[in-house]
């Protein structure tokens, strides 16, 4: 089954823009991008409490989101959504409104989750209520695609500048991350 939307979560966005690879995202995941509205405003605090080193992230989302390349959503109260959010962010174990918001958005919409957090998510992927990529996997995934465009060692360049700016990145070296990848391409993309 081909899955049409990805709903990305702050940690997976912030990856890629603080490295100026939203391209990454652009081109490997041909469904709908949809980053929920507490997400964004997540962004905007990072970048309004950031040094200037993140000063840009937002400006660059918003681009993004002007060439309709990604979509912002928000829930109504009372929406299937709404009800998944209430339920993901009380006791007894609550989650992350980022997180969230992403979930309830990626189970109504039979998407994919894109979170690095997987401390948060763990319990819901490993239950199957939903699928997750991680910025890892996402790498894993465009390098597998446009092997002819981009070599291994310029992807673990990326993903160094990933950890510097704070990313949750696998400690593992790109080529270990290779060989475990088993993902298939079929679930994040119309293109095969």
Same mark, same amino acid.
């Given at each position: 089954?081909t899955?049409?939307?990805?709903?990305?979560? /702050?940690?997976?966005?912030?990856?890629?823009?603080c490295?100026?690879?939203?391209?990454?995202? $652009?081109?490997t995941?041909?469904?709908?991008?949809?980053?929920?509205?507490?997400?964004?405003?997540?962004?905007?605090?990072?970048?309004?409490?950031?040094?200037?080193?993140?000063?840009?992230?937002?400006?660059?989302?918003?681009?993004?989101?002007?060439?309709?390349?990604?979509?912002?959503?928000?829930?109504?109260?009372?929406?299937p959504?709404?009800q998944?959010?209430?339920? $993901?962010t009380?006791?007894?174990?609550?989650?992350?409104?980022?997180?969230?918001m992403?979930?309830?958005?990626?189970?109504?919409?039979?998407?994919?989750?894109?979170?690095?957090?997987?401390k948060?998510?763990?319990?819901?992927? /490993?239950?199957?209520?939903? $699928?997750?990529?991680?910025?890892?996997?996402l790498?894993?995934?465009?390098?597998?695609?446009y092997?002819?465009?981009i /070599?291994?060692?310029?992807?673990?360049?990326?993903?160094?500048?990933?950890?510097?700016?704070?990313?949750?990145?696998?400690?593992?070296?790109?080529?270990?991350?290779?060989?475990?990848?088993?993902?298939?391409?079929?679930?994040?993309?119309?293109?095969?």
């Amino acid at each position: 089954m081909t899955r049409k939307v990805v709903v990305c979560d /702050t940690d997976f966005l912030s990856s890629f823009l603080c490295v100026d690879r939203f391209d990454i995202i $652009l081109k490997t995941i041909s469904g709908a991008i949809l980053i929920p509205q507490i997400v964004y405003d997540e962004l905007k605090r990072i970048e309004s409490s950031s040094n200037k080193k993140l000063k840009w992230i937002v400006g660059k989302l918003d681009d993004e989101i002007k060439k309709k390349s990604v979509q912002i959503v928000d829930f109504g109260i009372g929406s299937p959504e709404f009800q998944e959010f209430k339920k $993901l962010t009380s006791p007894p174990m609550p989650i992350g409104k980022g997180e969230a918001m992403a979930i309830a958005f990626a189970k109504s919409n039979n998407g994919i989750l894109a979170s690095n957090n997987l401390k948060d998510i763990k319990r819901f992927v /490993t239950a199957g209520d939903i $699928l997750n990529i991680t910025s890892d996997d996402l790498l894993c995934l465009f390098y597998i695609t446009y092997r002819e465009e981009i /070599t291994p060692d310029e992807i673990e360049s990326i993903r160094e500048k990933m950890r510097l700016f704070g990313r949750r990145i696998s400690p593992d070296s790109f080529y270990e991350l290779l060989s475990k990848f088993h993902l298939e391409k079929s679930h994040y993309s119309e293109k095969k």
